[in-house]
Nanobody
């Protein structure tokens, strides 16, 4: 049973920062790509960022490039997303995802999500 548990969401003012974490268990974490997605109210879930199994390659949506940084610690089975210069349009539920197809929006597993709210 694969479990992905996100944490670190909350309420922050525009221009502020948050760091999301995802604790993974139940599969060999280090052998799979990981990613973050988000879903705002009334909108479809969208890709935010992804990282290769080794951490050597990272990918970002244009909307977050230069502001967000994805990273992983394979020794601790954790995935992180550092979010800086947050904007109200970043408000969404953020989901951690596991699987080599994260870049196509078809990961094998999803977390339950954590709410991020950015006030103007």
């Amino acid at each position: 049973q694969v479990q992905l548990v996100e944490s670190g969401g909350g309420l922050v003012q525009a221009g502020g920062s948050l760091r999301l974490s995802c604790a993974a268990s139940g599969r060999t974490f280090s052998t799979y790509a990981m990613g973050w997605f988000r879903q705002a109210p009334g909108k479809e879930r969208e890709f935010v960022a992804a990282i290769s199994w080794s951490g050597s390659s990272t990918y970002y949506a244009n909307s977050v490039k230069g502001r967000f940084t994805i990273s992983r610690d394979n020794a601790k089975n954790t995935l992180s997303l550092q979010m800086n210069s947050l904007k109200p349009e970043d408000t969404a539920v953020y989901y951690c995802a596991s699987g080599d197809a994260v870049l196509t929006g078809r990961p094998d597993y999803w977390g339950q999500g954590t709410q991020v709210t950015v006030s103007s």
